[in-house]
Protein backbone atom coordinates (compact mmCIF):
# COMPACT_ATOMS: atom_id res chain seq x y z
CA UNK A 1 0.00 0.00 0.00
CA UNK A 2 1.21 3.74 -0.99
CA UNK A 3 1.10 5.97 2.16
CA UNK A 4 1.77 9.75 2.06
CA UNK A 5 3.58 11.96 5.26
CA UNK A 6 2.80 15.36 5.09
CA UNK A 7 4.83 17.79 7.10
CA UNK A 8 5.78 21.58 7.89
CA UNK A 9 2.69 22.67 8.95
CA UNK A 10 2.58 25.03 11.93
CA UNK A 11 1.54 28.58 12.81
CA UNK A 12 2.51 31.95 11.57
CA UNK A 13 1.94 35.37 11.52
CA UNK A 14 0.49 36.96 8.13
CA UNK A 15 2.50 37.72 6.10
CA UNK A 16 5.15 35.31 6.53
CA UNK A 17 6.43 31.68 4.66
CA UNK A 18 6.00 27.81 5.26
CA UNK A 19 7.17 24.84 3.30
CA UNK A 20 5.03 21.80 3.32
CA UNK A 21 6.10 18.51 2.44
CA UNK A 22 4.91 15.03 0.87
CA UNK A 23 6.51 12.35 0.71
CA UNK A 24 5.29 9.13 -0.84
CA UNK A 25 6.42 5.43 0.15
CA UNK A 26 5.26 2.27 -1.44
CA UNK A 27 6.16 0.21 -4.33
CA UNK A 28 5.57 2.99 -6.69
CA UNK A 29 6.06 2.80 -10.50
CA UNK A 30 4.72 6.54 -11.70
CA UNK A 31 3.31 9.48 -9.93
CA UNK A 32 0.86 10.78 -12.42
CA UNK A 33 -0.12 14.05 -10.67
CA UNK A 34 0.77 15.47 -7.20
CA UNK A 35 -1.35 18.27 -5.52
CA UNK A 36 -1.98 19.93 -2.39
CA UNK A 37 -5.39 20.84 -1.27
CA UNK A 38 -7.15 22.41 1.58
CA UNK A 39 -10.02 22.94 4.13
CA UNK A 40 -10.88 25.63 6.32
CA UNK A 41 -13.28 25.25 9.09
CA UNK A 42 -16.95 24.88 7.91
CA UNK A 43 -15.72 24.73 4.47
CA UNK A 44 -15.22 22.51 1.78
CA UNK A 45 -11.69 21.22 0.62
CA UNK A 46 -10.74 23.28 -2.62
CA UNK A 47 -7.79 22.35 -4.64
CA UNK A 48 -4.81 24.75 -4.01
CA UNK A 49 -2.03 23.58 -6.90
CA UNK A 50 -1.25 20.71 -8.74
CA UNK A 51 1.31 19.49 -10.71
CA UNK A 52 1.22 16.63 -13.36
CA UNK A 53 4.32 14.17 -14.51
CA UNK A 54 4.43 16.39 -17.65
CA UNK A 55 5.57 19.19 -15.12
CA UNK A 56 2.21 21.63 -15.93
CA UNK A 57 0.90 23.32 -12.67
CA UNK A 58 -2.19 24.41 -11.61
CA UNK A 59 -3.14 26.94 -9.24
CA UNK A 60 -5.81 28.36 -7.03
CA UNK A 61 -6.51 31.65 -8.37
CA UNK A 62 -6.66 32.92 -4.64
CA UNK A 63 -2.84 32.07 -4.13
CA UNK A 64 -1.37 32.86 -7.73
CA UNK A 65 1.90 34.97 -6.99
CA UNK A 66 2.51 33.51 -3.65
CA UNK A 67 2.54 29.71 -3.18
CA UNK A 68 5.07 27.50 -5.79
CA UNK A 69 4.34 23.70 -5.65
CA UNK A 70 7.45 21.48 -6.80
CA UNK A 71 8.47 18.18 -7.04
CA UNK A 72 11.75 15.79 -6.53
CA UNK A 73 10.75 13.14 -8.34
CA UNK A 74 14.08 10.59 -6.81
CA UNK A 75 12.73 11.33 -3.73
CA UNK A 76 8.47 10.82 -4.84
CA UNK A 77 8.41 13.87 -2.96
CA UNK A 78 6.01 17.02 -3.54
CA UNK A 79 6.51 20.72 -1.73
CA UNK A 80 4.24 23.75 -1.42
CA UNK A 81 6.08 27.19 -0.94
CA UNK A 82 4.22 29.87 1.26
CA UNK A 83 4.75 33.37 1.31
CA UNK A 84 3.07 36.52 1.91
CA UNK A 85 0.58 33.86 4.22
CA UNK A 86 -2.71 35.55 4.78
CA UNK A 87 -5.26 34.52 8.01
CA UNK A 88 -7.98 33.37 4.73
CA UNK A 89 -5.43 30.07 4.02
CA UNK A 90 -5.65 28.77 7.48
CA UNK A 91 -6.98 25.50 7.72
CA UNK A 92 -5.73 21.94 6.92
CA UNK A 93 -3.84 20.98 4.16
CA UNK A 94 -3.77 17.17 2.42
CA UNK A 95 -1.50 15.66 0.13
CA UNK A 96 -2.79 13.93 -2.96
CA UNK A 97 -0.67 11.67 -5.38
CA UNK A 98 -2.09 9.86 -8.63
CA UNK A 99 -0.21 6.66 -8.87
CA UNK A 100 0.69 2.77 -10.42
CA UNK A 101 2.12 0.81 -8.47
CA UNK A 102 3.80 -2.37 -9.65
CA UNK A 103 1.45 -4.39 -8.46
CA UNK A 104 -1.64 -2.82 -9.26
CA UNK A 105 -2.98 -2.02 -12.74
CA UNK A 106 -4.63 1.27 -13.14
CA UNK A 107 -4.44 4.49 -11.26
CA UNK A 108 -4.77 5.04 -7.79
CA UNK A 109 -5.63 7.87 -5.58
CA UNK A 110 -3.44 8.16 -2.26
CA UNK A 111 -4.26 11.06 0.12
CA UNK A 112 -1.84 11.92 3.02
CA UNK A 113 -3.01 12.55 6.91
CA UNK A 114 -2.94 16.55 6.52
CA UNK A 115 -1.57 19.23 8.47
CA UNK A 116 -2.78 22.15 9.89
CA UNK A 117 -1.53 25.49 9.02
CA UNK A 118 -2.62 28.95 11.04
CA UNK A 119 -2.17 32.18 9.76
CA UNK A 120 -2.95 34.82 12.55
CA UNK A 121 -3.50 38.21 12.18
Known amino acids: QVQLVESGGGLVPAGGSLRLSCAAS????????MGWYRQAPGKQRELVAA???????DYADSVKGRFTISRDNAKNTVYLQMNSLKPEDTGVYYC???????????????WGQGTLVTVSS
Open 96 to 110: RMVVVTYSLQGNLEV
Open 51 to 57: ITRGGNT
Open 26 to 33: GSIFVINA
